[in-house]
């Protein structure tokens, strides 16, 4: 079955081509340009924006694809959580193909997205598994039970730990998205250079970054001088506490859960040091950690073809006749 994905939730108009759970065409176009010069994405630009390129977007995935719209058998898109009005663009532009296309729209929480990016990879995860998501808006432990079947076990306090990286990114003068650039920096610095605060700890599954946050940013305002090894011992060693408590709560619970299979997903999933981390703290412990390949880590539109995917292996699963927007959906 092909179905074509649309993912409008921030600020990424992204549209794939999915068939048989395999990628056919995974096309993103990142707003990051327009948004960098406000050092965060604007709601009412990103909008704009996804208006003005969706349709080129769809044209270039169906291209890449090899594919026409009357071999497409269902449309899927994210219906939340994220900015109201870029996904009421990715929901219209869908509705009226089904509608002209006479085929079923399906919608799919981007947080399934990103779980089920997990499974687009050579090694699928097997239920119940533990799942960290990591990414702008969320920071967020669940307990996955079976398809589409999930307990939130923990969640950030205040900030998301993407949103850290975003913050000591930007006063640290590297610019927007932080965490890949955080993450450059990082490779040139010293790791325990400063030891900043793993918060906390002791309380089972939630997490907290934004004391980390204030201890970075304090750390930085009390050097007059910010030479290019401070940026980076900086950029380390914040890197190094953020990743050593999302590591070890991940860990955690997954021994509380009595699961071996730990999945990682969302954007901060694309860090690599992460990644080495939490495979290395994983394998004292026999955890196999499952990450989306690299490219499936931020946001895409193949995640979401996936999810609805799975959704429709489910006989007993019919894709409803209305659904609206919900900016604050949750799992
Ligand atoms: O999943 P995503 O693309 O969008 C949301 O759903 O929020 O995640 C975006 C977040 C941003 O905060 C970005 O700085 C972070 O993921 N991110 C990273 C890396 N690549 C993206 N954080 C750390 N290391 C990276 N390599
Ligand atoms: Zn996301």
Redesign the pocket.
């Known amino acids: 079955m092909k179905i074509l994905a649309i993912e409008t ?2 600020d ?1 108009t992204a549209v794939a081509v999915v068939s048989a759970k395999k990628v056919l065409s995974n096309c993103v176009y990142s707003q990051i340009k327009h948004h960098k010069k406000y050092g965060g994405v604007v709601p009412e630009v990103a909008s704009r924006l996804h208006a003005e390129s969706i349709h080129l977007m769809i044209k270039e995935a169906l291209g890449k694809a090899g594919c026409s719209f009357n071999e497409l058998e269902a449309i899927a898109v994210t219906q939340g959580p994220g900015l109201e009005g870029a996904l009421l663009i990715g929901i219209t532009v869908a509705k009226t193909l089904g509608k002209v296309l006479s085929i079923p729209v399906i919608p799919v929480n ?1 947080l399934h997205g ?1 779980i089920y990016s997990a499974f687009l990879g050579d090694s699928l995860p097997a239920f119940p598994f533990i799942c960290l998501i990591v ?4 920071t967020h432990l669940y307990h996955v039970t079976g398809p589409f079947e999930s307990i939130c076990i923990g969640k950030t306090m205040d900030d998301a730990v ?2 850290a ?2 913050k000591v990114s930007r006063y640290l003068g590297l610019g927007y ?4 650039l ?2 450059k920096a990082a490779k040139e610095g010293d790791k325990t250079a400063y030891h900043f605060p793993r918060a906390v700890k002791h309380q089972e599954f939630a997490f907290s970054f934004s004391g980390l946050k204030t201890a970075v940013i304090q750390k930085i305002n009390s050097q007059t001088e910010r030479s290019e090894a401070f940026v980076s011992d900086i950029a380390a060693s914040f890197q190094y506490a953020a990743c050593d408590i999302l590591s070890y709560k991940a860990l955690l619970a997954c021994e509380t859960y009595q699961s071996n299979t730990l999945v990682v997903c ?3 999933s ?3 040091f ?1 990644r080495e981390i939490i495979q290395e703290d994983g394998q004292k412990k026999s955890i196999k950690d499952i990450f989306p390949p690299f490219a499936y ?3 895409n539109a193949a995640m979401i073809g996936i999810a609805a995917a799975y959704k429709l292996e489910n006989p007993s699963y019919s894709p409803p006749l209305r659904f609206e927007v919900k900016a604050s959906l949750p799992l």
């Open positions: 939730s921030c990424e981007h990103h990414s702008g808006g969320h993407g949103e990286f975003d998205p932080g965490g890949p955080i993450e969302g954007g901060v694309a860090n690599q992460l880590c931020t946001d």
